[in-house]
């Protein structure tokens, strides 16, 4: 593969950088709930060694709560783990459908303080290419930044993979929403390289709201 180095490097710091910062915040939003929980437990038994009646539902309640924040909590950190492997290899068999999921699970958040509902496409399906699957990712979370700069409140951002004769490509879909002032400026060096990297190219179509990233079978 022939691309800019240093600015697929810089961009895969940046990328990997934002995706930390926003797991780390979810994990500390765990960790609040789970220390609440645990206060209010501890508070209970103080309750009970005082020779008040102590309430077992709401005990289970607050067991159960914690539980519940240990499960999301191990969620976040099999994303984390998934994540921090795709830069293992250069080049390796990849799931498309696998890669969007895991992007909309990371990108769900940033979506959601705009109000926006990042979703999969009906008719996403399951495609495996060898391609660079941590470049991949970083092009995702580009494309998505830019759409989700643009959207409306309350809108929905959908992504899908299907095969193609050449490969596969990624589509997403955001309608009425890509004006062609805004997109001239979107092909950047960072999203040049990163194309490069992968061998891909990009297309947008501002009346429909797509862009359109085409991939080959084998990079």
Do not use: W
Not at 110 to 123: D, G, H, N, Q, V
Not at 126 to 132: G, H, M, N
């Amino acid at each position: 593969m022939s691309y800019d180095t240093d600015t697929v490097g810089i961009a895969g710091l940046r990328f990997f950088g934002k995706m930390s910062a926003s797991i780390s915040h979810e994990i500390k939003n765990v960790l609040a709930i789970i220390n609440e929980n645990a206060g209010l437990l501890k508070d209970y038994t103080l309750m009970a060694e005082k020779g008040l009646d102590l309430n077992p539902h709401q005990v289970c309640a607050k067991a159960e709560k914690i539980m519940a924040q240990v499960a999301r909590a191990d969620e976040i950190m099999k994303k984390m783990n998934v994540l921090a492997h795709s830069i293992d290899e250069d080049r390796q068999q990849t799931n498309l459908d696998v890669i969007i999921k895991l992007m909309i699970a990371l990108s769900d958040r940033t979506a959601a303080m705009k109000t926006i509902k990042l979703e999969l496409s009906a008719t996403s399906e399951s495609v495996s290419i060898i391609t660079a699957p941590f470049f991949l990712e970083n092009l995702i979370s580009l494309c998505l930044d830019f759409i989700l700069n643009m959207a409306d409140e309350g809108s929905v951002l959908q992504l899908g993979c299907e095969k193609t004769k050449k490969g596969a490509l990624i589509r997403f879909t955001q309608p009425g929403k890509l004006p062609d002032e805004q997109s001239a400026g979107f092909s950047d060096d960072t999203v040049t390289a990163m194309m490069a990297a992968l061998q891909a190219e990009l297309f947008m179509d501002p009346a429909l709201g797509e862009i359109i990233i085409t991939l080959p079978k084998e990079i």
